[in-house]
């Protein structure tokens, strides 16, 4: 696994692809952070993040969509998986190379905590509740974003195809929120089960459920999960 995370991650790097989503995800970010929060000296971190949510929807297909779209493409998928390595070790050194750089861009934002704490004292529940809320989100993201490079070798296609899933799943939690009066008791409580805006919601505020880590974790796993048996198709098609 470790071999495939280092040449993933060093492969963000020596190509545009790292450069673009960094910096259009920062640059973005960061302009949004001094509209809402230095322009009005306000001390909350929450609005920001609520935005990366709707920018996290945009920029991860960027980030994934090449994760095994290029190896399709390049024809080197075929070594990949004649390689002696477990298919769950290929699917989870590509999920974290990918995810590692989201992790750098998270880094990158603790400079907001710096300035905000300029302008008074900030909420650490608030802090640290949106920081690990936004990281497990990630997490569900990146892993279908990996899972739907898995299917495709074009990666238009692939990105295409994870940013429907992404607003699907937002149209979703939008249902829950404006349409749950109309809809039966039993419909609403399962949107609600599955609502990732929802619990990111709940953990934002600093309150920690273990209900909520293992759904994310959860989410996560089953994508993973469905990559590995792609490719395990793929394997002995």
């Not at 306000?42 to 290029?70: G, Q």
């Not at 990105?159 to 939008?174: E, H, P, Q, T």
Request: hydrophobic letters at 55%.
């Amino acid at each position: 696994m470790s071999a495939i995370f280092k040449r993933d991650f060093r492969g963000y790097f020596t190509s545009p692809i790292g450069y673009v989503y960094i910096g259009a995800f920062i640059l973005v970010m960061n302009l949004y952070f001094f509209m809402t929060g230095v322009l009005y000296s306000s001390p909350y971190i929450s609005e920001a993040f609520s935005f990366m949510m709707i920018v996290m929807m945009f920029t991860t297909p960027i980030l994934t969509m090449r994760s095994f779209s290029e190896e399709l493409r390049q024809k080197t998928d075929q070594l990949l998986l004649t390689s002696p390595v477990k298919l769950g070790s290929i699917v989870a050194g590509k999920f974290m190379a990918a995810y590692a750089v989201f992790c750098s861009v998270m880094a990158l934002t603790l400079v907001w905590v710096l300035i905000i704490s300029i302008f008074g004292e900030p909420n650490t529940a608030e802090v640290v509740g949106n920081y690990v809320a936004m990281l497990a989100v990630a997490g569900v993201y990146v892993s279908i974003g990996v899972f739907v490079s898995a299917l495709t070798e074009n990666q238009i296609v692939s990105a295409l195809g994870s940013l429907g899933i992404f607003i699907a799943l937002y149209l979703l939690s939008l249902a829950v929120t404006f349409l749950s009066a109309s809809m039966p008791g039993w419909l609403v409580t399962g949107l609600s089960f599955l609502s990732i805006f929802g619990r990111y919601a709940t953990v934002s505020q600093g309150v920690f459920s273990i209900a909520d880590i293992v759904f994310f974790l959860s989410f996560a796993a089953v994508f993973l999960f469905l990559t590995v048996r792609v490719l395990e198709k793929k394997r002995w098609a």
